[in-house]
């Protein structure tokens, strides 16, 4: 294979980092009055970004650069997801962002850098590879949390998640240094045969769990979960949606590829860690959200909650298991996207708010908008026939498969927990009178968004979870 | 009939028709101005009204024209790929579910009826919410599926959820420290106490679809899971439907949900949400495991039989006339899990017609106590005294209904409670013996009842003006009061309609059993 092929295959990735380069110059040459034009142009790429992915590249799996960077069906599933979950959030943003006035032309192109870090974690076959994609991503990603930089809870968010950030990636970084000290290698088949033929895999273990530690930081699994309501709160919500929604589905995925591609062999080393991890995330996301009056830091204690759903997956290690965290990850960020665009409605005539209490009665001022949240919260909670429940049902199932059955039956009571205070929200939606209406006009893109995943949380059992579950068990079956 | 008629989408249609009238409901509420709510209410009364009766004539035409009670086995049976990988639409009936389904259809035209004035806040949504959980409900009785079966089963908590905290009684209690709407505790205890026992029923669902590939309702009341792993599915699957039915000691969602719910609430919770417990037992519980429903028949025994006579104690010391029909309705299900874990014919088929008979008296009871609280606004039973003075019609009709809850031989509620008796005796004499005295202690508070709020001197002012009985509340008690008698006067057709199914679960049961044995 010579350069030119390693060209085509990466193309996307290419093409990405150069557009949000050329983005970058253009908003400098022009300034802050076209930055309306570059979200659009930033959408235009991420489009031709999802054709170039879906239709160029290869349908078998091709490992380029070293074994680096690999094409598949998985990253191909992945990069598929996370340019339309970046596309929703950067059209969702648009209304806001000027309300606020915190319209700039940097946005845009730190969300194309981000998606971009995001396309590499996906791919990355490679310790280096990982490392690469995640800081590209996590810097994009503190710059945007503090992207207020006049309100005192948005800087306060991104310099909290800088310095813990950092310290995170510190401890991955250590991790992988030691993984590579006992394997002698950084690519994950290589790790893998390391790993089988060691006879002493001690050391092994140790760098892996720092190494987890730091992924487990990224997706704000319990216990590197202390960031993630500070940073939602602080952050401006369209960026929070784009926070909970597209780079936790991109750690995820880059968690059970890293588990299931470089340390098959040490699986019954691993398992109880991340099982431990899922259990513990369900149990804090249930209980702490309970006593949340803030919509925002219930969202992200709820998404703490899903993560820990979603680790049960990774923590079967087995094909359905990947293939569980892919489904829910899926649906968990339609979802997310949904409830974000919901939030972005709550507006009234001095401004945005964020208080549960200010959903009371919504259902009888606002019907389509309390459907719309009733919707998405039972979807939230898992209750069938909902979308969110599918997610639920095939990531139990993996666990069950893969003899966590403990795991299982403490995240069904975990359920429980939480349903509570996702039907709270609905308590005051249906059984509160009603207070101060909201405003009606927030851009078509957020109705739209929290339309369409409405409809998918009601419909999407007929439709869409026979072909999701089709994909992702495509995407599933390369890592193994 | 003709093959092609009979082959149709018959059960997909009764299932989802009452999805059609929500929709038009949804429909003219989106298209109606904010100046036009009357308009809204009164329509969104006649939609659910037409749409209830047409499902309801359907599932009458379709029992009489393509169900065929002699065949044993699943009839009108659909199949249509779904999710793959062995999830697939399955529907189809058999005794002991069709006349469940048409226990349905024949309830909801009632519940709208019986709302018809006394629900006037926000009449579109609740009639959304009660069409939405008619299609969950019938769902639950067709599915062949036990993925399909699971997400009718849940599904329905969410519209109940709503009908109880959004049009349930007012009134606040003291939880926690707190003053809290009484309605909202109701709706939240009843939401997650379901919840937390179907959630173990799904993780139970899931490891058997993970042993035979396949969640098909038939394949796996056939597929015999190891003996060890039986107890185990048994106790998630009885978590589940203990709640449901409702068991002792996991009963107590109940007497909150009944009071607090709106009249129609009540009928449909006692009438159709608790049978979807006994038809689980009867459906997953007896021929998937039957050895574990062999080996915790004791405890289903113990449980069954402190419920009946701690329940009727209960009920005794009930101020509140719906809590006092809600402990006796616990009572009167004892009776049906009884019956089912016996393992005899009497038993099974006698609990299967209890569940049928329990739903028509309870649910008319229910209407009777809804007909005082729409006079009057409140259920306390100190309120009333000398109604029959006052309301002549409506003491008859009232003292119907608590004779066939009492068991008064002639009217349904005999047969319900002799059956599974003399199916339990076979098995347990003690455990007959004991539940026996339940009949009594029924008696006696259902005399109570009866007495302190229709005889003694009509002491209370505010009821020298009450009116009797109109015309909707007889025509709605009447019909049920028909159908009391008949099952009650003649229960053999309707026991042989069961008797397929039964035969069925019970040649499963002891097969197994003997192979056990071996």
């Known amino acids: 294979m010579n350069l030119l092929d390693y060209i085509n295959l990466s193309f996307p990735e290419i093409f990405i980092a150069l557009a949000a380069m050329a ?102 076959t490679d310790l280096i590879a990982v490392y690469m994609g995640i800081e590209l991503q996590s810097l994009s990603l503190y710059i945007l949390a503090a992207f207020n930089r006049d309100s005192r809870r948005s800087t306060e968010a991104g310099m909290k998640y800088f310095v813990l950030g950092a310290l995170s990636s510190g401890l991955l970084l250590y991790g992988a240094s030691l993984i590579y000290g006992f394997t002698g290698a950084t690519g994950f088949a290589a790790i893998a045969e390391g790993a089988a033929n060691s006879t002493n895999i001690i050391g092994l273990i140790f760098g892996l769990v720092f190494f987890v530690s730091g ?67 369900m149990a804090v996301g249930a209980f702490a959200a309970i006593a949340q009056t803030n919509i925002k830091r219930l969202m992200a204690y709820s998404s703490i909650g899903h993560v820990g759903f979603a680790l049960m997956g990774i923590a079967a290690g087995t094909a359905d298991g990947v293939q569980s965290v892919l489904i829910y990850m899926s649906i968990y960020m339609i979802m997310t996207l949904g409830t974000f665009a919901l939030i972005l409605s709550m507006r009234r005539s001095e401004g945005m708010t964020e208080n549960i209490a200010d959903l009371a009665g919504l259902i009888q001022t606002r019907p389509g908008l309390g459907i719309m949240f009733t919707v998405l919260f039972f979807s939230l909670a898992g209750i069938p026939p909902l979308l969110g429940f599918w997610g639920k049902f095939y990531v139990f199932f993996a666990a069950v498969e893969a003899g966590l059955l403990w795991l299982a039956i403490f995240g069904a009571v975990m359920s429980v927990v939480s349903a509570y205070y996702y039907l709270k929200v609905v308590y005051f939606i249906w059984f ?35 072909p999701l579950r089709v994909a992702a068990e495509k995407a599933a079956s390369v890592l193994f | 009939m003709t093959e092609s008629l009979s082959e149709q989408h018959w059960l997909s249609l009764i299932t989802f028709l009452p999805l059609i009238g929500a929709l038009l409901i949804i429909i003219n509420r989106m298209l109606a101005r904010a100046d036009e709510e009357e308009n809204v209410a009164r329509r969104s009364r006649w939609v659910a009204m037409f749409t209830t009766l047409v499902t309801f004539a359907v599932s009458i035409g379709v029992y009489y024209l393509f169900y065929d009670p002699e065949i044993i086995g699943f009839q009108l049976v659909e199949e249509m790929p779904w999710i793959g990988n062995g999830i697939s639409y399955k529907v189809g009936v058999d005794g002991a579910s069709i006349l469940f389904v048409l226990l349905t259809t024949f309830f909801l035209p009632i519940c709208i009826l019986a709302s018809w004035f006394s629900v006037n806040k926000r009449v579109a949504d609740y009639m959304i919410a009660f069409l939405l959980l008619e299609t969950f409900m019938i769902g639950v009785f067709v599915a062949l599926d036990l993925v399909l079966f699971y997400v009718f089963f849940e599904a329905s908590l969410i519209p109940m959820f709503i009908i109880i905290g959004v049009w349930g009684s007012p009134g606040t209690k003291q939880f ?29 669902l899931l490891w058997m679809y993970g042993q035979a590939g396949t969640t098909d309702i038939v394949a796996l009341q056939t597929y015999q899971f190891p003996a060890g792993a039986q107890k185990w599915l048994w106790l998630a699957f009885f978590a589940s439907f203990a709640v449901k039915v409702p068991m002792w000691p996991v009963h107590t969602w109940l007497p909150d949900a009944h009071v607090q719910a709106p009249t129609a609430g009540s009928v449909i919770l006692a009438a159709i949400l608790l049978k979807m417990g006994g038809y689980g037992f009867f459906r997953f519980s007896l021929p998937m495991f039957p050895l574990a429903s062999a080996e915790f028949m004791p405890l289903v025994y113990t449980l069954s039989v402190i419920g009946i006579i701690y329940t009727s104690l209960v009920a005794f010391a009930q101020e509140d006339m719906k809590k006092l029909i809600a402990y006796s309705s616990v009572a009167h299900m004892g ?59 409506f003491a008859f009709l009232f003292l119907v209904f608590t004779m066939a809850n009492i068991g008064l031989p002639g009217l349904s509620g005999f047969v319900g409670e002799i059956l599974p008796l003399i199916g339990t005796f076979e098995v347990n004499s003690w455990a007959a013996i004991l539940a026996t005295t339940g009949v009594i202690l029924s008696a006696g508070y259902g005399l109570r009842l009866y007495r302190e709020v229709m005889f003694g001197k009509l002491t209370n002012d505010k009821l020298a003006t009450i009116r009797d009985v109109d015309k909707r509340e007889i025509f709605m008690l009447g019909i049920l009061l028909l159908m009391t008698l008949y099952l009650g006067v003649n229960p053999s057709p ?12 019970l040649e499963i049961y002891h097969t197994a059993l003997a192979a056990a044995a071996l």
């Not at chain 1, 101060?436 to 007929?462: D, H, I, Q």
């Not at chain 2, 926690?176 to 139970?204: D, H, M, N, P, Q």
Request: glycine share 8%; net charge neutral.
């Open chain 2, 176 to 204: 926690l420290g707190r003053e809290i709407s009484a309605r909202v505790y109701a709706a939240f205890k009843f939401f997650l106490y379901t919840l937390i026992g179907s959630l173990l029923l799904l993780v139970a």
């Open chain 2, 494 to 505: 309707t026991l042989a309609v069961f008797s397929p199914a039964v035969d069925s679960v």
């Open chain 1, 23 to 124: 983005l970058l110059i253009l908003g400098v040459l022009i300034g802050n009055k076209a930055s309306r034009e570059i979200s659009l142009g930033a959408v235009g790429i991420l489009v031709i970004a999802i054709f170039l992915t879906s239709f160029g590249g290869s349908a078998q799996r091709v490992a380029i650069f070293d074994g680096a960077f690999s094409i598949d069906s998985f990253a191909v599933f992945a990069k598929v997801v996370i340019y339309l979950g970046a596309i929703v959030a950067i059209l969702m943003s648009d209304r806001f962002m000027v309300r606020e006035k915190i319209m700039r032309f940097e946005y845009p192109a730190l969300i194309l850098l981000a998606v971009l870090g995001m396309s590499i974690m996906v791919s990355a």
């Open chain 2, 335 to 393: 009776f049906v899990t009884l019956g089912l874990f016996s393992g005899t014919e009497q038993g099974m088929e006698g609990a299967l017609f209890q569940m049928l008979s329990h739903g028509f008296i309870s649910g008319a009871l229910f209407l009777c106590v809804g007909v005082l609280y729409d006079r009057t606004h409140t259920r306390e039973i100190a309120f009333y005294g000398g109604l029959v003075t006052k309301m002549k019609m």
């Open chain 1, 432 to 466: 509160k009178e009603p207070s101060t209406e909201f405003e009606v006009n927030n851009g078509a893109a957020v109705s739209v968004t929290a339309w369409g995943s409405t409809l998918a949380m009601v419909f999407g059992f007929v439709v869409a979870i026979g």
């Open chain 1, 215 to 281: 992924l487990a930081f990224k997706v704000s699994a319990v216990p590197f979960h202390m960031w993630t309501p500070d940073v939602y709160e602080g952050a401006p919500t369209p960026i929070t949606a784009f926070f909970a929604a597209v780079p936790k589905f991109a750690g995820m995925l880059l968690f059970a590829r890293v588990m299931v591609e470089a340390f098959p062999s040490v699986l019954d080393q691993w398992q109880g860690v991340i099982a431990i991890m899922a259990a513990a995330s």
